[in-house]
């Protein structure tokens, strides 16, 4: 089993699987990941080849494996405070909207494991004393969300927390959780988490004065990130902020928002 490898036809079919499935657009030097990620589940699935897995997820017969398949392939490493300028800009925005008696509402639309709508949710709290915000955290993968809704990280995830909101918004470990932080419940209570897949229409989720699509487009096709983009800006008000990774473009995507900044636009 340590030695089966992916063949190239194997290979095709889960590219079209996490197509279909993610909208993401996986090039043919992703076949080591796709065969490290998944040989586990081929092992303990009692299968002798990836094609078989392959048929398994295409039976209709295994939807919680599926999702499995999914999660392993969509995973996405991130870290608390990623791209601080972003933050910089959520501050002035949340400090301008102070006097206002609205909910100022945030999605991270590809939270990941969490650590971003946290990073988020500690802005809102320093700056928004009255209490009227929230944050939303979406992703694909149930798995990492599980993981989100815990708040704990090991304390190599969270160098880029600035001390003031270390000592105000998170408990460090002792004993058996020692190397760990985990999120103070006040700021957990906050931010909701939901599974959603930005390739297919989105539930309901109201209407937001920032919306965080960070380094989730790099793996979209050009057609694919229009809609992505289309319908997430759908849920941002006029005038709200919209941030994307350093290393993403929105040239031949959209003209719904405006350039304020290197990978920060307002929305017309």
Not at 68 to 77: F, G, H, M, P
Not at 156 to 176: A, N
Not at 241 to 260: K, M, P, R, Y
Request: charged fraction near 20%.
């Amino acid at each position: 089993m340590d030695a089966m490898s992916i063949t190239d036809q194997e290979f095709i079919q889960f590219q079209r699987f996490i197509y279909d499935a993610a909208g993401i657009s996986m090039s043919s030097g992703k076949k080591a990941l796709v065969s490290g990620r998944l040989a586990k589940r081929v092992r303990q699935c009692n299968l002798s080849s990836y094609g078989e897995y392959f048929r398994l997820l295409a039976s209709g017969d295994a939807p919680a494996e599926v999702q499995t398949a999914v999660d392993l392939l969509t995973t996405n490493e991130t870290y608390f405070f990623r791209e601080p300028k972003h933050f910089d800009t959520l501050r002035e925005h949340a400090l301008a909207a102070r006097r206002r008696v609205q909910t100022f509402r945030v999605w991270s639309a590809a939270c990941s494991t969490g650590e971003e709508p946290y990073s988020i949710a500690m802005v809102l709290a320093d700056c928004l004393a009255n209490g009227l915000w929230e944050v939303l955290g979406s992703d694909i993968s149930t798995r990492v969300l599980q993981r989100a809704c815990t708040g704990h990280y090991p304390t190599e995830r969270t160098g880029h927390i600035p001390p003031s909101y270390l000592q105000r918004f998170c408990l460090k470990g002792v004993g058996e959780q020692q190397g760990t932080l985990l999120v103070a419940r006040s700021l957990r209570a906050k931010v909701q988490f939901m599974q959603v897949n930005l390739n297919a229409p989105l539930p309901q989720l109201g209407m937001f004065d920032a919306i965080f699509l960070r380094n989730v487009m790099i793996y979209f096709n050009a057609e694919t990130k229009r809609q992505v983009v289309s319908r997430v800006l759908s849920q941002l008000k006029p005038g709200g902020i919209f941030c994307i990774g350093h290393s993403e473009s929105l040239n031949d995507i959209t003209d719904a928002v405006q350039a304020i900044a290197p990978s920060i636009y307002r929305k017309r």
